[in-house]
C-alpha cells in the first residue's frame, strides 16, 4: 500500500502534541504541531491513536474512565488441534471472565478477566508467571470446566501479557458524544475504547476503517486527479471530507454504542455485588441478545 503513496506522505516519530482549526474558516481542516515544532497543515484529520487519543481531546471528547481490573491475555496451541471449532467462548464464574476464540484449526487466543484486586499481596501485576499461577488457582477453585483451565495451563509463556488497568468511553458517551469537528474524527478505541469482555473492539476498529473509507471515497473520489491542487481546491476536498465524515460517524454510532454497552454491562456484572444491580445487567443482556452472541453476525457492507 505504501508505495502506491506520493514520496514523504508516510512521516514516522510526529508525536502530536497540539491541534487547532485551520485559520481560514472555510477551511474545515485542522493545524498539527508536534513535539519537535515541526507544523502539519491537514485538510483532513483521522485520529485512530488510542484511548489516550490526542484527536479525541480535540473534539471535545473527555478522557476514558479507567475501571481497575486484571487481564491475562494469550495464546495457547494445540498442535493435533483443538474441538472448539471457529466460535468466540465467554465464560462467567465465580470471580472470573474467560474470553477464547479460535485463531486458526492449531491456536487459540484467551483472556481471563479478574475483579480488583486480581491477586495476593506478595504478588504484582507485572509478574506474568505470578498472575497465571493466580489466575489458574481461581478457576480452580471456582470449579470452571477442565478445558479452560487446561488452555491457561498450555498458554505459550512468550505470548502472555497482563494488563492492569481497562480504559473506556461509558456508552452513553458513545451514544451522544460528538465525533466529528469540521474534517477531523476519530475511530477505533480513540472513539469506543472498551474493555475486552466481548472480544469485538478490534474488529470494530476494522469496520470503523471500512465504512469510513468507504464514506471519503463515495464523496470525494477523483477530486484532484492526484495532481497538486489549488488552495481552493483543497477547501473544496475538505468540505466533501467533512460530508464524508458525518456520514461515517452517523452509520457508525448505533453499532459501536450496541457494543459497548454490552461490553460495559458485562463488566459491571463481573463485578456487581448488588441483586438488583446482576439482575439489570442480565436484563440488559438479554435484550442485547447476550446468549446468541448477536453482535457477532454484523455485517459493515462491502468497500
Not at 55 to 63: D, E, I, P, Q
Not at 74 to 89: A, E, I, K, Q, V
Request: glycine content about 10%; hydrophobic content about 45%; aromatic content about 6%.
Amino acid at each position: 500500500m505504501a508505495k502506491n503513496l506520493p514520496a514523504g506522505a508516510i512521516r514516522f516519530g510526529c508525536h502530536v502534541a497540539a491541534i487547532h482549526p485551520a485559520a481560514d474558516p472555510g477551511n474545515h481542516g485542522a493545524v498539527l504541531t508536534t513535539h519537535d515544532g515541526s507544523i502539519i497543515t491537514a485538510n483532513v484529520l483521522i485520529g485512530c491513536d488510542g484511548s489516550n487519543s490526542v484527536v479525541a481531546k480535540y473534539l471535545g471528547l473527555s478522557v476514558p474512565k479507567s475501571t481497575p481490573r486484571a487481564f491475562l491475555r494469550g495464546f495457547t496451541r494445540y498442535p493435533h488441534g483443538h474441538p472448539f471449532g471457529d466460535h468466540f467462548l465467554r465464560l462467567r464464574g465465580k470471580g472470573f471472565f474467560v474470553g477464547r476464540s479460535p485463531v486458526t484449526d492449531s491456536l487459540v487466543s484467551f483472556f481471563v478477566a479478574c475483579p480488583n484486586p486480581p491477586c495476593a499481596d506478595d504478588v504484582t501485576r507485572d509478574d506474568v508467571g505470578a498472575m497465571k499461577q493466580l489466575v489458574l488457582r481461581t478457576l480452580q477453585d471456582s470449579e470452571c470446566p477442565a478445558e479452560i483451565v487446561e488452555m491457561v495451563r498450555r498458554s505459550d509463556p512468550e505470548s502472555l501479557n497482563v494488563v492492569a488497568s481497562v480504559r473506556y468511553r461509558p456508552p452513553w458517551q458513545v451514544a451522544l458524544a460528538s465525533f466529528q469537528r469540521g474534517a477531523a474524527t476519530v475511530a477505533g478505541d480513540a472513539m469506543h475504547a472498551m474493555g475486552s469482555y466481548i472480544g469485538q473492539g478490534g474488529s470494530a476498529a476494522l469496520e470503523d476503517a471500512l465504512v469510513l473509507a468507504r464514506a471519503l471515497s463515495s464523496r470525494a473520489a477523483g477530486a484532484g486527479g492526484g495532481r497538486v491542487l489549488s488552495e481552493e481546491e483543497e477547501v473544496e476536498v475538505a468540505g466533501c471530507a467533512a460530508a464524508a465524515i458525518g456520514a461515517y460517524v452517523r452509520e457508525r454510532r448505533l453499532r459501536v454504542a450496541r457494543l459497548s454497552l454490552e461490553s460495559f454491562t458485562v463488566g459491571t456484572l463481573l463485578r456487581a455485588r448488588s441483586v438488583v444491580v446482576k439482575i439489570v445487567c442480565l436484563a440488559i443482556l438479554g435484550l442485547l441478545g447476550n446468549q446468541a452472541l448477536a453482535h457477532t453476525s454484523y455485517d459493515c457492507g462491502r468497500l
